[in-house]
Nanobody, 123 residues
Framework: VQLEESGGGSVQAGDSLRLSCAAS????????MAWFRQTPEKERDFVAA????????KYAESVKGRFTISRDNAKDTLYLLMDNLKPEDTAVYYC?????????????????WGQGTQVTVSS
C-alpha cells in the first residue's frame, strides 16, 4: 500500500494539529495502521496504532491523553489528532501499515511507510 502523510506544520505549545495519511494501491481496511515519529537525534519511535476496524488502539506513554488515532476506511485515511502539543513533540511523523494486523509498537512489524510530515512545536 502507498501512504502519503499531510497536515504537518509549525505551531505553538498548547496548540492542536491533525495529521492525515491517505492510502492507495491496496485494501486499506485490511491493515493495522500506526504513527511513528523521528528526530535527527533519535530512532523512529512509536506514537500510536489502531486495528483494522478501529476497535483496538495503543499509545506511547508520552502521548497518552493528548493524541488520538482514528481511521476512516471509507476514505482510506488514517488520522492523528494531536492536542496540547509540546516542544518535545517536534519530529517528522510517519504513518505505517501492517498487513498482519498486530497493532504493535515495534517499527519492524510494519511493512509500508509514508514519506513523513514535519511537525514543529515552539514554546
Amino acid at each position: 500500500v502507498q501512504l502519503e502523510e499531510s497536515g504537518g506544520g509549525s505551531v505553538q505549545a498548547g496548540d492542536s494539529l491533525r495529521l492525515s495519511c491517505a492510502a492507495s494501491g491496496s485494501t486499506f481496511s485490511r491493515y493495522a495502521m500506526a504513527w511513528f515519529r523521528q528526530t535527527p537525534e533519535k530512532e523512529r519511535d512509536f506514537v500510536a496504532a489502531i486495528s483494522w476496524n478501529g476497535g483496538n488502539t495503543k499509545y506511547a506513554e508520552s502521548v497518552k491523553g493528548r493524541f488520538t488515532i482514528s481511521r476512516d476506511n471509507a476514505k482510506d485515511t488514517l488520522y492523528l489528532l494531536m492536542d496540547n502539543l509540546k516542544p518535545e513533540d517536534t519530529a517528522v511523523y510517519y504513518c505505517a501499515a501492517d498487513l498482519r494486523g498486530r497493532v504493535g509498537d515495534y517499527r519492524g512489524e510494519y511493512d509500508d511507510w509514508g514519506q513523513g510530515t514535519q511537525v514543529t512545536v515552539s514554546s
